[in-house]
């Protein structure tokens, strides 16, 4: 039987956790075993910069804290090795590296991810992976909403460099 010290310290850990999962808008959960330590620093520091928070977890807490928060169909994917990434404003930026990662390590694997509270499949973590960041659609959009204006700023340029040709060439006519 556990001391009261060591039940009350996981209890804590349990609620830090539901805390998490309840702030962020999306995670992944993966398989780090056969990482090294150099290359899981280098993965560390890629995922802090980008505003992911990555730790390794017990399987046993993270199962209780998502019960707690409500977050369903991740239990069958809480065996092994498991390590929690999560952001609490975009939703790509772990699954962007964490897949990165994963196709150029063999050890290194995808259980399951997750999006504002609820649990979607590896396939779909990796889909996710593909999509733009949030900085890449804003350029997108505002280049999109700058197209126009461009275009008719250049229609205006021709129109006017068409005009002054005109009358140029009244000019010339009226001077001959």
């Known amino acids: 039987m556990p001391s009261t010290q060591v039940l009350e ?3 804590a850990m ?3 956790l539901s805390e998490r999962l309840k702030s962020t808008v999306a995670g992944v959960i993966v398989d780090y075993k056969g990482i090294s330590v150099a290359d899981d620093t280098k993965l560390r520091k890629e995922l802090r910069e980008a505003g992911v928070n990555y730790t390794v977890v017990k399987n046993t807490l993270l199962s209780r804290a998502a019960k707690e928060v409500g977050l369903e169909g991740l239990e069958e994917k809480l065996n092994g090795t498991t390590a929690l990434a999560t952001s609490e404003s975009d939703y790509v930026s772990a699954a962007k590296i964490l897949c990165k990662y994963a196709e150029g390590n063999e050890n290194f694997s995808i259980k399951i991810g997750f999006i504002d509270g609820a ?4 396939s779909q973590v990796k889909e996710l992976a593909k999509l733009p960041s949030r ?3 804003i350029a997108k959009a505002l280049g ?5 204006i461009s275009g008719f700023a250049g229609v205006c340029a021709g129109t006017l460099r068409s005009l002054v040709t005109v009358i140029d060439a009244i000019a010339q006519k009226q001077g001959a």
Do not use: R, T, Y
């Open 119 to 122: 649990a979607i499949p590896d």
């Open 144 to 148: 999109g909403l700058n197209a126009p």
């Open 9 to 11: 310290a996981k209890k």
């Open 135 to 137: 900085e890449e659609l």
């Open 14 to 16: 349990v609620a830090q």
